[in-house]
């Protein structure tokens, strides 16, 4: 579970930002888009967030700086060698920004114990990492590792609540991996937790929400999983009545015609004898009583996106995980994008508290009978043009304030104001 997340010069962003999804003590919407925190001593935690903003303003850049702290957690101990640069990208626009490293920080909740982990890393080394845990309701600092720029070496903290072959763990990691990645690959139990909720519990879709079919698709060759989400697709309103996959063995007549035979070659070798599947949605006849087949590249853009969210989307459900997902609105109706929300707003539906932080253009979505006030975000760009992050609650909306005309009227701000062109 997600409490907060913030972010330091990382791409459009320049000072700190930090994203909440602690609930304030208001309790419209209460049971429906909030739940008791697992951790003792912490408010109620919101099942969704909302980030609204005009285009180029910073919301797939926060997307993609939890989704480059997810990537580095799981994989920088075993994907990269010593001197490789780290790919990270700090803000351009001035001097300070170029010259200092990024930095990425959350709160979360595993196994019941509420855990601060941070790092902040240059395309050089990691400069700074930390880990505090708080399995009493007390902060105990885990470790702490800082690079001196004088002794061009790191300086080393490791508190007494943590255990085992810390030495060797220090020794082994390098400068352009983090502590956390490179004692898991040396088998520490302790951290476990802490980067199997990087590894297993955070989700991302970053990238204009766009999402391959290919999970959804392998989930339909397990009955019961395809029934699931040929239920979850017909919530939706599209009258599909059964899925059909049909499995053959990959042949060079399956590619185009007009293919380069150098190219044909090259897939060749890659795919000869393997199975490929073939995804079939089955329609009624409105006439002949029998059901039509439409295969997946034949059906509408909406069709082919909501199918490929089916799967990913229940089992973030099933499994009470945080998603992050960039442009959730794109090819998708107002209705749809209101019927996944509430698939986290419904406790018989997220039975896990599962979490959703999402940005959009919908601004449909600013209603009060679905969103609460402190689910709502905004990004604008400051005169540094440096991306800020911040609540509706800074603006102090009454309750039953009309969301969406305000936001349209620039009563919130995070608005483009487009110019007149002329020739």
Same mark, same amino acid.
């Given at each position: 579970?997600?409490?907060?997340?913030?972010?330091?010069?990382?791409?459009?962003?320049?000072?700190?930002?930090?994203?909440?999804?602690?609930?304030?003590?208001?309790?419209?919407?209460?049971?429906?888009?909030?739940?008791?925190?697992?951790?003792?001593?912490?408010?109620?935690?919101?099942?969704?967030?909302?980030?609204?903003?005009?285009?180029?303003?910073?919301?797939?850049?926060?997307?993609?700086?939890?989704?480059?702290?997810?990537?580095?957690?799981?994989?920088?101990?075993?994907?990269?060698?010593?001197?490789?640069?780290?790919?990270?990208?700090?803000?351009?626009?001035?001097?300070?920004?170029?010259?200092?490293?990024?930095?990425?920080?959350?709160?979360?909740?595993?196994?019941?114990?509420?855990?601060?982990?941070?790092?902040?890393?240059?395309?050089?080394?990691?400069?700074?990492?930390?880990?505090?845990?708080?399995?009493?309701?007390?902060?105990?600092?885990?470790?702490?590792?800082?690079?001196?720029?004088?002794?061009?070496?790191?300086?080393?903290?490791?508190?007494?609540?943590?255990?085992?072959?810390?030495?060797?763990?220090?020794?082994?990691?390098?400068?352009?991996?983090?502590?956390?990645?490179?004692?898991?690959?040396?088998?520490?139990?302790?951290?476990?937790?802490? !980067?199997?909720?990087?590894?297993?519990? /955070?989700? $991302?879709? @970053?990238? #204009?929400?766009? %999402?391959?079919?290919?999970?959804?698709?392998?989930?339909?060759?397990?009955?019961?999983?395809?029934?699931?989400?040929?239920?979850?697709?017909?919530?939706?309103?599209?009258?599909?009545?059964?899925?059909?996959?049909?499995?053959?063995?990959?042949?060079?007549?399956?590619?185009?015609?007009?293919?380069?035979?150098?190219?044909?070659?090259?897939?060749?070798?890659?795919?000869?004898?393997?199975?490929?599947?073939?995804?079939?949605?089955?329609?009624?006849?409105?006439?002949?009583?029998?059901?039509?087949?439409?295969?997946?590249?034949?059906?509408?853009?909406?069709?082919?996106?909501? !199918?490929?969210?089916?799967?990913?989307? /229940?089992? $973030?459900? @099933?499994? #009470?995980?945080? %998603?992050?997902?960039?442009?959730?609105?794109?090819?998708?109706?107002?209705?749809?994008?209101?019927?996944?929300?509430?698939?986290?707003?419904?406790?018989?539906?997220?039975?896990?508290?599962?979490?959703?932080?999402?940005?959009?253009?919908?601004?449909?979505?600013?209603?009060?009978?679905?969103?609460?006030?402190?689910?709502?975000?905004?990004?604008?760009?400051?005169?540094?043009?440096?991306?800020?992050?911040?609540?509706?609650?800074?603006?102090?909306?009454?309750?039953?304030?009309?969301?969406?005309?305000?936001?349209?009227?620039?009563?919130?701000?995070?608005?483009?104001?487009?110019?007149?062109?002329?020739?």
């Amino acid at each position: 579970m997600l409490i907060e997340f913030s972010i330091t010069n990382y791409r459009s962003f320049l000072p700190p930002q930090k994203l909440t999804l602690t609930a304030n003590t208001s309790s419209e919407l209460q049971e429906e888009n909030t739940f008791v925190s697992p951790a003792s001593n912490l408010p109620r935690l919101l099942r969704s967030a909302v980030v609204y903003g005009p285009n180029a303003a910073g919301k797939s850049n926060l997307v993609q700086a939890i989704a480059f702290m997810k990537s580095f957690v799981s994989s920088s101990a075993k994907e990269s060698q010593e001197g490789e640069k780290i790919d990270t990208t700090p803000f351009l626009f001035n001097m300070q920004g170029s010259q200092n490293p990024s930095e990425f920080e959350v709160l979360f909740i595993q196994d019941g114990i509420r855990y601060q982990y941070g790092f902040a890393v240059t395309p050089e080394r990691v400069t700074w990492e930390w880990l505090f845990a708080y399995p009493e309701g007390r902060a105990q600092k885990w470790f702490e590792r800082n690079f001196d720029p004088e002794t061009q070496k790191d300086v080393w903290y490791f508190g007494p609540k943590f255990t085992g072959r810390r030495k060797v763990w220090q020794e082994a990691t390098r400068s352009n991996a983090l502590f956390l990645s490179t004692a898991i690959q040396l088998n520490n139990e302790q951290l476990k937790p802490v !980067f199997n909720w990087f590894d297993h519990k /955070l989700h $991302v879709i @970053d990238q #204009g929400g766009n %999402l391959h079919p290919g999970f959804s698709t392998s989930e339909c060759e397990k009955e019961e999983k395809k029934k699931k989400i040929l239920k979850f697709m017909n919530a939706a309103d599209l009258s599909i009545t059964d899925i059909f996959l049909e499995k053959k063995e990959f042949s060079t007549k399956d590619l185009p015609a007009e293919m380069p035979q150098n190219i044909k070659e090259e897939i060749s070798k890659e795919l000869d004898g393997k199975k490929l599947t073939s995804l079939f949605f089955m329609h009624p006849s409105s006439d002949t009583g029998k059901d039509v087949a439409l295969e997946f590249e034949e059906e509408s853009a909406g069709t082919r996106k909501l !199918f490929a969210m089916a799967g990913p989307w /229940l089992d $973030v459900l @099933d499994n #009470g995980l945080v %998603l992050f997902v960039d442009e959730l609105d794109t090819s998708l109706h107002p209705h749809l994008v209101r019927f996944l929300l509430n698939l986290f707003h419904n406790p018989e539906t997220n039975r896990h508290n599962a979490q959703l932080v999402f940005t959009t253009h919908d601004t449909t979505v600013l209603d009060q009978t679905l969103m609460r006030r402190d689910q709502v975000w905004f990004v604008e760009k400051d005169a540094e043009n440096a991306t800020r992050l911040y609540p509706l609650s800074d603006y102090k909306p009454r309750k039953g304030e009309a969301l969406q005309k305000g936001y349209l009227y620039g009563r919130y701000g995070a608005l483009p104001f487009p110019g007149e062109l002329r020739f």
